[in-house]
T-cell receptor
Framework: ETGVTQTPRHLVMGMTNKKSLKCEQHLGHNAMYWYKQSAKKPLELMFVYNFKEQTENNSVPSRFSPECPNSSHLFLHLHTLQPEDSALYLC???????????????FGPGTRLTVL | KNQVEQSPQSLIILEGKNCTLQCNYTVSPFSNLRWYKQDTGRGPVSLTIMTFSENTKSNGRYTATLDADTKQSSLHITASQLSDSASYICVVSTFSYGGSQGNLIFGKGTKLSVKP
């Protein structure tokens, strides 16, 4: 596997389900990101992990819970979602230096999530 | 307020023709400007990154320009191909300073369709 991979690619879940999205980066980067992409809206940055520490949480509802066990893996745990949470969820990674943020990001293919 | 505006929202051109996409931004303090290509159902892929001092950068048939005075950028596609059909996203990043985290501001994208 190369680059950034995400599983599953498609997910349909009910509002009472609990599921997790997985992201893995094979680029040796030290920062990982979760984005939400809804139709006709700009990408929304949800969470940032820099050197495995969460450095940003852009007012995301608590029904989304990130986990970064190491610099190569990132999870997004989902529970009691709403239909408006249906979107493409993208994972990205980058190599960051101290004091500099958001170098070139490499994106995964995304997980298309549908909440019924 | 930091904003990135892209135009047109969508564009249809014939194969072999050239086109230019626009990006206007009001972002401060400016760090760099990026253009991404996003195929349907895929994650964005970086085309170019330009800093304040760069006013043009090419990547094959893609040429990006940057006018830091007027805060405008354009992406010119030469001799378009069917595979150029995608959304093109302009992203502007800010420096981190004074303890503030840097930021990424995304445009909504231009959807380009290349027809045979």
């Amino acid at each position: 596997e190369t680059g950034v991979t995400q599983t599953p690619r498609h997910l349909v879940m009910g509002m009472t389900n609990k599921k997790s999205l997985k992201c893995e980066q094979h680029l040796g980067h030290n920062a990982m990101y979760w984005y939400k992409q809804s139709a006709k809206k700009p990408l929304e940055l949800m969470f940032v992990y820099n050197f495995k520490e969460q450095t940003e949480n852009n007012s995301v509802p608590s029904r989304f819970s990130p986990e970064c066990p190491n610099s190569s893996h990132l999870f997004l745990h989902l529970h009691t979602l709403q239909p408006e949470d249906s979107a493409l969820y993208l994972c990205a990674s980058s190599q960051e230096s101290s004091g500099v943020v958001y170098n070139e990001q490499f994106f995964g293919p995304g997980t298309r999530l549908t909440v019924l | 307020k930091n904003q990135v505006e892209q135009s047109p929202q969508s564009l249809i051109i014939l194969e072999g023709k050239n086109c230019t996409l626009q990006c206007n931004y009001t972002v401060s303090p400016f760090s760099n400007l990026r253009w991404y290509k996003q195929d349907t159902g895929r994650g964005p892929v970086s085309l170019t990154i330009m800093t304040f001092s760069e006013n043009t950068k090419s990547n094959g048939r893609y040429t990006a320009t940057l006018d830091a005075d007027t805060k405008q950028s354009s992406l010119h596609i030469t001799a378009s191909q069917l595979s150029d059909s995608a959304s093109y996203i302009c992203v502007v990043s800010t420096f981190s300073y004074g303890g503030s985290q840097g930021n990424l501001i995304f445009g909504k994208g231009t959807k380009l369709s290349v027809k045979p």
